[in-house]
């Protein structure tokens, strides 16, 4: 929840060895990995945008305590970081945000645009007032002239390619807990990298900083 935590868990696994593996589950999605795997060979830099519509902020839930959840552009707005981060490579080198309200309490949307050292551009809108209609979450990522559209990891839509439709929403959930499971029985290395972890956080810290300042 803020920087000084993270810290002491990189420095937990660093002086452990220890296996980190954390929660961010998209970047598991069979739409995530095709999408990824579309713009491997990319010579420019990826454009994302990114639009989740997150509804109001809940009453009286642990996600909103600042000492348990953070708030949610920490505790759940990390998993959209975390997905461009996947998709570029690595974590962001400069943020910059705002807020749409003076609120958060009752209106929490944030419109965030994340630089990367490879030139990609990342802009993630978190709306709290987005017409309930809409799909909650669905990001598009150009380059090169190509495109593909992901809608709410049911389908994704490719320009130049064959598209893909999951039968069911597919977040990836089932397979990270799976291939993380596998890493620990095989004795491979986390799926995750303490590098891209923590940068995600701090990502989200400084989201907070700079809609402050």
Request: with cysteine.
């Amino acid at each position: 929840l803020n920087l000084d935590e993270v810290n002491d868990v990189a420095l937990a696994v660093q002086e452990s060895g220890g296996f980190l593996a954390i929660g961010y589950n998209r970047r598991f999605s069979a739409h995530a990995r095709a999408i990824k795997l579309a713009f491997a060979r990319r010579h420019g830099s990826l454009a994302i945008h990114y639009m989740i519509s997150a509804g109001p902020p809940p009453r009286g839930t642990w996600l909103l305590d600042p000492r348990e959840g953070g708030g949610r552009i920490v505790g759940e707005a990390c998993h959209f970081v975390d997905l461009c981060t996947y998709l570029v490579g690595a974590p962001p080198v400069t943020v910059y945000a705002r807020s749409l309200s003076h609120d958060p309490g009752s209106d929490d949307s944030m419109v965030s645009v994340l630089g990367f050292a490879d030139g990609s551009t990342a802009t993630v809108e978190y709306l709290a007032k987005a017409s309930p209609s809409l799909s909650k979450e669905r990001f598009e990522v150009s380059c090169d002239g190509r495109t593909a559209r992901c809608d709410n990891f049911r389908s994704t839509t490719f320009s130049d390619a064959t598209d893909l439709k999951t039968f069911n929403q597919d977040k990836g959930q089932r397979t990270a807990i799976e291939e993380v499971i596998d890493a620990l029985r095989q004795g491979r290395s986390s799926p995750f990298t303490l590098f891209e972890i923590a940068g995600v956080s701090m990502a989200t810290f400084a989201m907070l900083e700079s809609a402050r300042t």
